[in-house]
């Protein structure tokens, strides 16, 4: 089953603080940006559209020393991303959705 399109895309740039549970680790800059996508069905925005996918690609500027730790972003206003760092090049596996 092949994804119809896009429905709704959020993206975030900005200044935020890395912390490891409740160490502080680094002041990053970051890039959020975060996708649905819809096939048929319905929904309630989109009454022939289905939620059926959602993406979050999420970097962070410097990179930090790649572990197996689940770091959280907290972002400049004020909402939270759980993540593992994957490269160093800033490249993180979010887990969850923001809060």
């Known amino acids: 089953m092949a994804l119809d399109r896009v429905i709704f895309m959020q ?3 900005g200044i935020g603080k890395v912390f490891k549970g409740k160490q502080f680790v680094a002041e990053v800059r970051y890039e959020y940006r975060a996708s649905e996508q819809s096939d048929e069905g319905t929904t309630n925005a989109e009454p022939d559209k289905v939620l059926a996918a959602v993406t979050v690609y999420l970097r962070i500027i410097p990179s930090l020393r790649v ?4 770091l ?5 206003d004020g909402k939270k991303q759980d993540f593992f760092l994957t490269s160093s090049n800033g490249d993180c596996k979010a887990t969850g959705g923001l809060y």
């Open 11 to 13: 993206t975030k740039t």
């Open 67 to 70: 572990t197996a730790d689940l």
């Open 72 to 76: 959280t972003l907290h972002m400049d």
